[in-house]
C-alpha cells in the first residue's frame, strides 16, 4: 500500500521560512517524479514545484522562482521543499503527489497523494 505523508507546515511570519517534507512509502520511489502543489481556500489547485526521479531536473511556479527550492533524498524516500522569504500569498494547503518518471505540472496526472500541510503566512 502507497503512503504519501508530508509534514513542516506552520504558521509563519512574512519574510520567514519553513521545510517542508513529504516522505512516500510502498513504492519503489527511486521510480517518480515528486510534485508539490498548493491550494488556497476558493482557489483551483496549483503546481508549485516538481522534481524529477532523478533528481537532474526541477520545475518552479513563477510565482516561487527564487525563493523555493526542491530537492530529494532517495535513501529517505523524502522530498523537501525549502520555502523562503514567504508571503501571505504563499498560504494554503499544501500537497506532496508521486507519478512515474517525469513531472507534470497537472495535479490530475499525479497517481499517489499526501494529505496535505497547512501553511499559514502571516503580514
Known amino acids: 500500500q502507497v503512503q504519501v505523508v508530508e509534514s513542516g507546515g506552520g504558521l509563519v511570519q512574512a519574510g520567514g521560512s519553513l521545510r517542508l517534507s513529504c516522505t512516500a512509502s510502498?513504492?519503489?520511489?527511486?521510480?517518480?517524479?515528486v510534485g508539490w502543489f498548493r491550494q488556497a481556500p476558493g482557489k483551483e489547485r496549483e503546481a508549485v514545484s516538481c522534481?524529477?526521479?532523478?533528481?537532474?531536473?526541477?520545475s518552479y511556479a513563477d510565482s516561487v522562482k527564487g525563493r523555493f527550492t526542491i530537492s530529494r533524498d532517495n535513501a529517505k524516500n523524502t522530498v523537501y521543499l525549502q520555502m523562503s522569504s514567504l508571503k501571505p500569498e504563499d498560504t494554503g494547503m499544501y500537497y506532496c503527489?508521486?507519478?512515474?518518471?517525469?513531472?507534470?505540472?497537472?495535479?490530475?496526472?499525479?497517481?499517489?497523494w499526501g494529505q496535505g500541510t497547512q501553511v499559514t503566512v502571516s503580514s
Open positions: 503527489a508521486a507519478r512515474r518518471w517525469i513531472c507534470s505540472g497537472s495535479w490530475q496526472n499525479y497517481d499517489h
Open positions: 522534481i524529477r526521479w532523478h533528481g537532474d531536473t526541477t
Open positions: 510502498g513504492l519503489t520511489f527511486d521510480d517518480y517524479a
